[in-house]
């Protein structure tokens, strides 16, 4: 099964994702962990989204669609969630057609429904549990940076959900119910 996690920053796109690894042994691809992975070895293309992602604005197509292939051509387990991807039509076009050229299609799109007071409050709780339990809180988790992620949000990644409307692969689940719950309704929209 490969599906995909749709929602704003704050949504929970990341702690559904892991719950989804850890019940059915799915593989996450998370393409904002990519970024911060390749960002914390000091790649070249890491050394290249750092301002990008800091100031909350996308990182290029050709960028993520490059880390998502790579993924698709090694990683291995029982199905695909992508977590924070695809960002953009041109990426929703790609992703179908790389899901195509490896004999895979999509399952579902699931998007995680929430109102923005709620994703500001998370991320800016999460930014301060952060520095109260001693460590650096993301370097895009505060409120100028939160305005722009937001923006970028409506501005190319909510036409996805009419995108995905569309082809019928759509499903919507509340997102602002506890963790457990929003688990659970995703676990009966995915048929149990
Ligand atoms: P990315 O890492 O994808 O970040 P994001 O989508 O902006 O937001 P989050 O990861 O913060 O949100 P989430 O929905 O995963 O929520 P989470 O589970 O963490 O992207 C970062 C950057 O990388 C982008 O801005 C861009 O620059 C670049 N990038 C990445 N992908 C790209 C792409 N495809 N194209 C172009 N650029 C790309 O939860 C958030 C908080 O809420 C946590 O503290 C959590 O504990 C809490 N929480 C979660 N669920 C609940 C709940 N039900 N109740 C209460 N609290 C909850």
Redesign the pocket.
Known sequence: MNII?L???????????QKLVEERGMVQL????M??AARTSGTEMGNK?AA??DS??????E??IGLIEEQLNTATGNGFIF??????LG?ADALGELLASHGQSLDAVIE?AVNDDVLVE??L??AK?AVAAGGTA?A??NEESLKV?LM??YKKTSPLIGYYYAKGDLKSVD?????E??AAEISTVLGG
Do not use: C, H, W
């Open positions: 996690l929602g704003p920053p704050g949504a929970g796109k990341g702690t559904q994702a998370s393409t904002g962990d970024l911060r989204v990008i992602m909350g604005e996308l990182v290029t197509d960028i993520v977590d924070g991807f695809p960002r953009t990426q995680l998370r991320i709780n999460r549990e993301r895009d988790d992620r970028e949000y997102g602002l119910g506890a963790i719950e929003v």
